[in-house]
């Protein structure tokens, strides 16, 4: 059996894609037979992927238990794989997955997977400079129209059906999500990093979109254009929205 | 060939506030490069503050150098431009593979003792070391399967890996005795088969002992056939840098420094009435 046979062949009753049989013409025994000495990676495999499930979705586990949380994990991990060196990435496709096949009585749970992927990935994003109030000062009525804003790494906009603020706050708070009264209505939440510390907030549907257009960087004016809807205020607000995102470090860079 | 950077700890999150407040007491830290690549906050600045006290090593777990999947490319170049970015004092992975049809296993798995496998893996070695522009460490991992086919005993495998590649090795003393129950061979003729002058770095751990089947855990104290072994082991490598890595059931930072304490005080015991290897070819040049 070639290198690449032998690897596949053990890739497959690892993972699970393929029954545990006929080991022996891979495997030696001994003390343990060939499919003893498979089941050891494969419990490793699935304990070691689940444990980072559990560790990056603890608020969902909480909801759900150990029981269903693990029903979940596996068939998520049998869906999506790792494709990503670095574990950090394993839980990426866990809110869509959630939505996808929500979990009876708990329809919401994607959201709030989503709120805690966003609030670890921000964590750990990428460091980078923070424009400082004076960088506001820039926009002058000659420049306005060639003001570009980034934003930094570390923030992420969420759109929901549900506000799930008050029920991360109770599961943190280590109270019974339970007792949490959940409203249903269109949420958009922004989530960034002010030096370590992640913090996550409610905006308006106006900024939400202009934020989901500075994460790649985007001009004053098409920042304005997200705040249409309040006609002549436009423009008013939306450098209001900006200097907040400013003051609260939000903003990597302003050019002109 | 590779530096002494005497006794150090694995750099986990438990200890992270100590790493970046104080100043522990430790030669030298060893992180898992792939929690910092293209990465930043809070993790970073830990690394960040660590590697201004003492020497930092990196040691990655998702090379994947046995794998017959290609080279990860985007991998590669993150890993070069960390090691850019923290200059460490050595950069190790392991002798395995764990990766197959597009995917990531993260865990590392025993390759097959072949001729081989042998040239796979030592043709990506060399590439590998290219493209970072230095020499890596090779970890021996604990295994719990051996393949049919392997027609070579792990340790000439290994130690033919570092001549042909021309890399270094990261021996984990523990990872040897756990293999070494799990198929029944005399660790220390392991130990004995590997070049002197190639071990750049040892590393040592907790198991778990089932009688039939020993697990390499990483957790607890490190066990007394393992601490007789690295005896063994300083009287042939030396002064080789050590690190005890703790990753189950994390334990107090001053837990951990007691252990890696341990280690120095083992080393210095065997030193003393051992000239080893290094110290005798310093007293030659004096
Ligand atoms: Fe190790």
Redesign the interface.
């Known amino acids: 059996?070639?290198?690449?046979e032998?690897?596949?062949q053990?890739?497959e009753w690892?993972?699970g894609t393929a029954p545990v049989r006929d080991t022996?013409?891979?495997?030696?025994a001994?003390?343990?037979s060939?499919d003893e000495?498979?089941n050891?990676?494969a419990e490793?495999?699935w304990l070691?992927?689940r444990d980072v499930l559990r560790d990056e979705f603890a608020q969902v586990h909480a909801v759900l238990g150990d029981e269903n949380f693990d029903v979940l994990a596996a068939k998520y991990v049998k869906a999506h794989?790792?494709?990503?060196?670095?574990?950090?990435w394993?839980g990426q496709h866990l809110p869509a997955f959630l939505k996808a096949h929500p979990v009876d009585g708990a329809p919401w749970l994607w959201a709030l997977a989503e709120l805690e992927w966003a609030r670890s990935q921000s964590?750990?994003?990428?460091?980078?400079a923070v424009a400082p109030p004076e960088a506001l000062g820039l926009v002058t009525p000659e420049t306005a129209d060639s003001v570009r804003f980034t934003l930094t790494?570390?923030v992420r906009v969420l759109r929901h059906d549900v506000d799930v603020r008050p029920l991360f706050r109770a599961i943190a708070d280590g109270q019974s999500w339970r007792d949490v009264p959940l409203v249903a209505a269109p949420t958009a939440l922004v989530v960034f990093?002010q030096g370590?510390t992640v913090f996550h907030d409610a905006v308006s549907d106006a900024e939400a979109t202009a934020l989901e257009l500075g994460v790649n960087g985007a001009m004053l004016p098409e920042l304005c254009e997200a705040f249409s809807e309040f006609g002549d205020d436009a423009a008013p607000r939306a450098f209001q929205a900006i200097a907040s995102w400013v003051n609260e470090g939000m903003v990597a860079r302003v050019e002109v | 060939m590779f530096p002494s950077l005497g006794h150090g700890v694995g750099l986990r999150n438990r200890h992270s506030s100590a790493f970046l407040e104080e100043q522990p007491r430790v030669d030298f830290v060893e992180a898992i490069a792939e929690n910092f690549m293209g990465l930043g906050g809070r993790p970073r600045a830990v690394l960040e503050k660590t590697r201004r006290d003492r020497p930092v090593v990196l040691h990655g777990v998702s090379l994947g150098i046995g794998s017959v999947e290609p080279l990860d490319p985007a991998y590669l170049t993150q890993w070069k431009a960390l090691i850019d970015e923290v200059q460490p004092a050595l950069i190790s992975d392991h002798l395995c593979w764990g990766r197959a049809h597009g995917h990531y296993s993260h865990d590392l798995w025993p390759v097959p003792y072949t001729e081989e496998c042998l040239a796979h893996v030592v043709e990506r070695v060399s590439r590998v070391q290219d493209v970072l522009g230095r020499r890596i460490l090779l970890e021996n991992v604990s295994s719990y399967l051996e393949f049919r086919a392997s027609d070579l005993t792990e340790w000439d495998f290994v130690a033919e890996v570092a001549k042909r590649a021309d890399c270094g090795l990261l021996l984990d003393v523990n990872n040897v005795y756990v293999s070494s129950r799990n198929h029944g061979f005399d660790p220390k003729t392991y130990l004995d088969a590997i070049p002197a002058d190639r071990v750049g770095q040892f590393h040592l751990a907790g198991h778990q002992d089932r009688g039939h089947l020993v697990i390499d855990t990483h957790e607890g104290h490190v066990s007394d056939a393992v601490w007789e072994l690295y005896r063994h082991a300083v009287r042939r490598f030396g002064d080789v840098s050590c690190l005890i890595e703790w990753d189950e059931g994390v334990p107090e930072l001053p837990v951990l420094l007691a252990e890696s304490q341990k280690a120095r005080s083992v080393a210095a015991e065997v030193s003393a009435v051992t000239p080893t290897r290094r110290n005798s070819a310093l007293e030659a040049t004096r």
């Not at chain 1, 022996?24 to 030696?28: D, G, N, P, T, W």
């Not at chain 1, 794989?81 to 950090?88: R, V």
């Not at chain 1, 964590?123 to 980078?128: N, P, V």
Request: hydrophobic fraction near 55%.
């Open positions: 059996m070639s290198l690449a032998q690897q596949s053990l890739w690892v993972v022996a013409v891979l495997i030696k001994g003390a343990l060939p000495r498979v050891v990676y490793m495999y070691r992927l794989p790792s494709t990503h060196f670095s574990l950090n394993l964590f750990i994003a990428a460091d980078s790494p570390s990093r370590f």
